[in-house]
Structure formats: C-alpha cells, structure tokens
C-alpha cells in the first residue's frame, strides 16, 4: 500500500510543484528544506513558475478527494518536520474555526509545511489574522488565502442564540453581521441546521469580503493575479470541502 502510494507519479509531481512553490519567495534559510523522500530540489523554474493560485486550490480539491475516499498520502511527518526545520515554503494559508472536527492539513490531506493554519472560532478576521495572512503571502509567498467555515458550527450557532460569555460576547458579536444578512425564510434560529448552515456560508462569504476591504496588501496581490482569496465550506458529515469561489 505504501510503495504503490509513493510510486504513484501524479502525487509525486503534485509534491514537486508544491515544495517548489515557495522556493523563489521562501521564509527562512533557503534551500535548507529539502531532504524528505517527498521533498525535491531537482524541479526546474520551468515547473516551478507552473504553480498559479488555481493549481493550488486544485491541490486542495484533490487533497479533499484523497481524505475523503479514505486513500490519504502516506507520511512520514517525523522527516517532513525534519525537512522543514530550517525553512517553510507553505503554497497557502488556510483560516477556518477552531472547531476539533474541521483539522485543515488532516481534510485537505497535507503535510507538514504545506499550508500556514489560522483557526478562530466562527472563522471571523480581526486585524491579527488580517496580518498572519499577510505574513502568508507577502512575506512567506503563499498564493491562496481560503476561507473555510463549516456545518452546525457552534460559534455560528452561538452568535443567533446571543450568548455572552466573557471574551466570547465580542467574538460572537461579529458574526452577527452573516445572521442580519442571511436570506432565510424558514425558521431562524441555532436549532435549525439548515439555518445555520445558511449563516455559515453568508458568514465564509462576509469574511472574504473583509479581507478584500481591510487588507490593501492582499488585494493589491490579489489584483495582480499573484494570489487569490475563496472561501469553503467543509461538511462535517461528508467530508466534503465545497469551494466557494
Ligand atoms: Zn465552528
């Protein structure tokens, strides 16, 4: 199982292009990366220069498709962690909740330093975030930012219910702008799964928007095609990443 999963050329090449993405705008010490079996210093800046935003989210489809089937990569994340010591090259980063069940290396099937990780609770962006993502893509050179909420997501159920709990009131609070601009006609409330559903992607939607209007750095690399902001939606029953783009 393992050989004929290393042997496959598709996920070889799909690794290629990944550990080379980040080559020409990596963070850390260059070069000093490579050395795992699915790390390659041999790819030419002809296939490097291959990778665009769209081939990255491809990656991340097809990273899904593989978790989802229940045929994941094998890894040896102790020589990916080695690898990487020295240097990261993440092609994206990826902003979702905190929620234990929506992990995004384990649902998109990466490895270790492949994507920077941002996690808050309702996947809502305050200025933080806003400058790791900047961090992500101008400093580090990663291509995507995307967005994933996901179902019966608690925070979003939290937000129509009103809770107030310590920092949670405030964090709660700007959900509330995706619960005002749901358009739902059935019944609006945290025990409606369908409802929250709803808020959920309205909310995913909402905080691509406000990455696009309070972050000039990645808008301005947004509009000159260097990277691109979608947002996702993961299925907690599925599995399934629903790219929203
Ligand atoms: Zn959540």
Redesign the pocket.
Known sequence: MQHSQLSDARDRFDRRAFCKAGVATAVGLAGASFGSPFAYADLTQEQRDKMTPDEILQQMKAGNERFRSGKPLHRDLMREAQATAKGQYPAAIVFG???SR?PAELILDFGIGYIFSGRV??NVADEDILGSMEFACKAAGSKVVLVMG?TA????KGAIDGVQLGNLTALLAKVRPAIEATRYTGERSAKNYEFVDAVARKNVSLTVTNIRERSAVLRDLESTGSIKIAGSMYNLETGVVEFLV
């Open positions: 909740c905190v929620d929506a609770a309702g996901h997501c608690g925070a979003i």
